[in-house]
């Protein structure tokens, strides 16, 4: 046997692994659900960070953003021209803007990671557009994938998708391979390059899809004084959508689903 399939069995859950992912990507869509009914005009993104903590640590669970690689809050806020990683602060949201609550929570040693870009109050068309890209790029990638596809089947659909918008992919942010890590093999990028067609979705793994999709160019750049906010080059607006995903013997199957967001097939 291969050294990298010896490395890979270990990512194939059995059932207790997937009902553990299945309880955390639950929990974590319970956490989304309620931090929605505080994202509006004048809310502080600090403030929709202590919801976040307060609501995790009362149901007896971890976030998992929190110190990790000494990141200093429980979730990340990216509004407008933040692509992602932004941190949340006394910023008001304020009507027209779009962001990126992403949040992330550790269940009993398991991980569940899912975001939702919010549109407050009313945004314009080019915000819905992008916003509407990144919600749709991310669920044709899903339903592109079955047991046995290549990584690279995801990044084709949404390279075709949010060209055909006339937007681009961001490319230095991926998603991951998801289990008692926050970030673990396999790499999922949201466009195809050579390791992803080499690089098999096998029942039993866990990994997100979360495509970062530009208004603009692909093109980011790293805030130097924080270390982590990261925001399209050219300035203009960035959306993302991120579920986390188990690959079953049948399909593809959603452990992030909310009961009051957005469903595949929604219009912004
Ligand atoms: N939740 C992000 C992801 O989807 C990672 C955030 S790491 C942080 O992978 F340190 F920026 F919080
Ligand atoms: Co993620
Ligand atoms: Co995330």
């Not at 304020?94 to 975001?115: A, E, F, K």
């Not at 060209?163 to 466009?191: C, D, M, T, W």
């Not at 793994?205 to 979360?210: A, N, S, V």
């Amino acid at each position: 046997m291969l050294q990298h399939e010896k490395s890979q069995r270990k990512l194939l859950l059995g059932a207790d692994g997937r009902e553990k992912m299945r309880a955390a990507g639950k929990f974590n869509a319970r956490l989304m659900d309620t931090v929605r009914q505080h994202v509006r005009d004048g809310v502080t993104t600090a403030e929709l960070d202590q919801v976040v903590h307060q609501f995790t640590i009362d149901h007896g669970h971890t976030p998992a953003t929190l110190g990790y690689l000494g990141f200093p809050k429980s979730c990340c806020t990216s509004i407008n021209d933040v692509i992602c990683h932004g941190i949340p602060d006394d910023t008001q949201l304020r009507d027209g803007d779009i962001v990126n609550i992403d949040l992330t929570s550790v269940v009993d040693g398991w991980h569940g990671d899912q975001s939702e870009t919010f549109i407050v109050g009313g945004a314009s068309e080019e915000a819905v557009a992008v916003t509407q890209a990144a919600f749709d790029c991310m669920h044709l990638a899903i339903s592109a994938i079955r047991p046995g596809s290549v990584v690279s089947e995801i990044g084709d659909a949404i390279v075709a998708e949010a060209h055909a918008r006339g937007f681009s992919v961001v490319r230095e942010y991926v998603g991951h391979g998801l289990g008692k890590s926050f970030h673990q093999p396999p790499n999922i990028p949201h466009f195809p390059d050579r390791k992803s067609k080499q690089q098999r979705l096998l029942p039993g793994m866990c990994f997100t899809i979360e495509p970062m999709i530009n208004a603009g160019t692909r093109f980011t750049r790293l805030d130097k004084q924080d270390g982590w906010t990261v925001r399209t080059r050219d300035t203009r607006l960035s959306a993302q959508f991120e579920h986390s995903i188990l690959m079953t013997e049948d399909g593809p199957e959603i452990l992030t689903l909310t009961e009051d967001g957005p469903q595949r097939g929604h219009k912004f």
